[in-house]
């Protein structure tokens, strides 16, 4: 009877465990790829880099994001109100799986909440975006 | 307790006074860093190469500008996809705090020459929230500014396989009144950021 408390508390300390470190692949990669420019907590660079962290953008181009993230992006946006018009570079050789967690990350992450993206839905807009 | 405990007591208490009271004000003096010749007994320090750039308001940064004052400088450029944002929000812990000092400039030399001119580091320095002549972008003769890195404690090689096209690294170098480097770290860590701090008190403490 003990030894099945001990399992269960085991399992469930596990499972909390597994729990606190949602997208933590998605969160090396961004660190590999984007944290350069948006920075570590997604909150960009004062006009230079726009932020991540509960970014209308974001949250309205959500759809589009995997085409900006392999191909980059030129041109003025605003976000949040603000103007920015640095290049993002394009990242042609970044895949759709790399894609799909650092998107997860971000979505979930720096005070967002927007929705949760599937590896298919992010390889199929990458083919329309070709 | 006789005579001699308390005397001991006194004694404890004085030098523990003393030694925090040594901790709050001491100042470390700073090394010279780099290649040192000795000639006829004298040591001869290594001095950062002279120099004359051009910031980003179109005036000269030389060694005479600068006018006695130490400086921060860095190599970076403005469309540098990796280390240069994050180096850059770090140098600007350093910016807010010293950016009315009378002692202290920081230098940010561009190693893109060809795409970096005053315009587009004015453009850079503005976004970013400098408009004060104490943080200078500049740019300058291409061979001066590769040829002379090395003096600098700088790497800078134009690489079309890099990211951006250059190879260049986040070093954030200290440099005193009389051209020696008294201290560095690299720009991409906040911890060492935060020791580098203590590097320029230390050094501003000279000159007071």
């Known amino acids: ?130 | 307790m006789n005579n001699i405990s308390i005397l001991y007591c006194l004694c404890l208490a004085g030098f523990i006074l003393a030694s925090c009271g040594g901790g709050l004000q001491s100042h470390k003096s700073l090394p010279k860093l780099g290649h040192r010749d000795i000639i006829d007994g004298d040591t001869i320090f290594h001095k950062v190469p002279d120099f004359n750039f051009t910031d980003q308001y179109g005036h000269e940064v030389s060694p005479k500008s600068l006018n006695g004052k130490a400086f921060i400088l860095d190599y970076f450029f403005t469309s540098c996809p990796t280390i240069c944002p994050r180096v850059k929000a770090q140098e600007l812990r350093i910016f807010e705090r010293y950016k009315d000092h009378p002692n202290l400039s920081i230098v940010s030399v561009s190693i893109d020459t060809k795409y970096d001119t005053k315009e587009r580091l004015n453009n850079y320095a503005t976004k970013l929230g400098v408009n004060n002549s104490n943080w200078h972008f500049v740019t300058g003769d291409k061979d001066m500014i590769y040829d002379n890195a090395v003096g600098f404690f700088h790497t800078a090689i134009e690489n079309k396989d890099a990211p951006g096209g250059y190879d260049h690294d986040g070093k954030l170098v200290l440099i005193d009144k009389d051209r020696h480097i008294r201290g560095f770290c690299d720009g991409l860590f906040p911890e060492e950021v935060d020791d580098f701090f203590d590097d320029i008190e230390n050094l501003l403490h000279e000159y007071k």
């Open chain 1, 1 to 130: 009877m003990k030894n099945s408390y001990l399992i269960f508390i085991s399992m469930l300390l596990i499972t909390l465990s597994c729990a606190t470190q949602e997208y933590s692949q998605g969160r090396e990669l961004y660190n590999y790829y984007c944290s350069s420019c948006h920075l570590e907590s997604g909150q960009g660079l004062r006009s230079l880099y726009p932020p991540l962290a509960k970014s209308d953008y974001l949250a309205k181009y959500n759809e589009t994001l995997p085409c900006i993230i392999r191909k980059g992006l030129e041109g003025q946006i605003i976000v949040n109100g603000k103007d920015y018009d640095m290049p993002m570079p394009a990242m042609p050789k970044i895949s759709a799986f790399e894609i799909t967690n650092i998107m997860n990350y971000i979505n979930h992450n720096f005070g967002n909440d927007l929705p949760f993206v599937k590896f298919v839905d992010v390889k199929a807009k990458l083919e329309e975006c070709k």
